[in-house]
T-cell receptor, first 114, second 111 residues
Framework: DTGVSQNPRHKITKRGQNVTFRCDPI?????LYWYRQTLGQGPEFLTY????????KSRLLSDRFSAERPKGSFSTLEIQRTEQGDSAMYLC????????????FGPGTRLLVL | GDSVTQMEGPVTLSEEAFLTINCTYT??????LFWYVQYPGEGLQLLLK?????DKGSNKGFEATYRKETTSFHLEKGSVQVSDSAVYFC??????????FGKGTRLSVIA
């Protein structure tokens, strides 16, 4: 079991550019979550998938954000036309999908928008 | 909606001191409660959890008891080490909902 992995670990981009992050969950986990964490704050929920279906999206997820999980395995999170306010740590987590189960987190992707 | 409130830091302790980080919650239904730890530059690691009232979660010398009557899940450790320096997050989930986190408490342990 290799745990949840995320790539890249760090991303620096200029305002207005598009960025894409990838998350590979633990292999037998069918739920996958995206969270955003800004400095000095706890993670905030963005969206989650049950297999390939995107079941819930937070109000934090503006129309510049899109997430996919095409085959129910890895997921991508794309931010279009990045803004400086998008600078944050983007965390991915996965779980088995049973009620109140533990979510296991990846190392995160730290985004800096200049 | 569900929410978590934890004591603000930073908390600075000497090695071998006793640690308490307070956490209280509001939730509909009967949530599961978690403590996660985040070391500098890393993601979150599960420290311990409890799924029902009066359960005690424990790991690496840390403990927390699910207190339904006081809606609390305080984190304790009898003797902290320098290596425990990190940010600690209290969190909950109700049913199949995403995790709701507190703002985190930074702990610094000095030798």
């Amino acid at each position: 079991d290799t745990g949840v992995s995320q790539n890249p670990r760090h991303k620096i981009t200029k305002r207005g550019q598009n960025v894409t992050f990838r998350c590979d969950p633990i292999s037998e986990h069918n739920r996958l979550y995206w969270y955003r964490q800004t400095l000095g704050q706890g993670p905030e929920f963005l969206t989650y998938f049950q297999n390939e279906a995107q079941l819930e999206k937070s109000r934090l997820l503006s129309d510049r954000f899109s997430a996919e999980r095409p085959k129910g395995s890895f997921s991508t999170l794309e931010i279009q036309r990045t803004e400086q306010g998008d600078s944050a740590m983007y965390l991915c987590a996965s779980s088995l999908g049973t009620s109140k189960e533990t979510q296991y987190f990846g190392p995160g992707t730290r985004l800096l928008v200049l | 909606g569900d929410s978590v409130t934890q004591m603000e830091g930073p908390v600075t302790l000497s090695e071998e001191a006793f640690l308490t980080i307070n956490c209280t919650y509001t939730a509909t239904g009967y949530p599961s409660l978690f403590w996660y730890v985040q070391y500098p530059g890393e993601g979150l690691q599960l420290l311990l959890k409890a799924t029902k009232a009066d359960d005690k979660g424990s790991n690496k010398g840390f403990e927390a008891t699910y207190r339904k009557e006081t809606t609390s899940f305080h984190l304790e450790k009898g003797s902290v080490q320098v290596s425990d320096s990190a940010v600690y997050f209290c969190a909950l989930t109700s049913g199949n909902t995403p995790l709701v986190f507190g703002k985190g408490t930074r702990l610094s342990v000095i030798a």
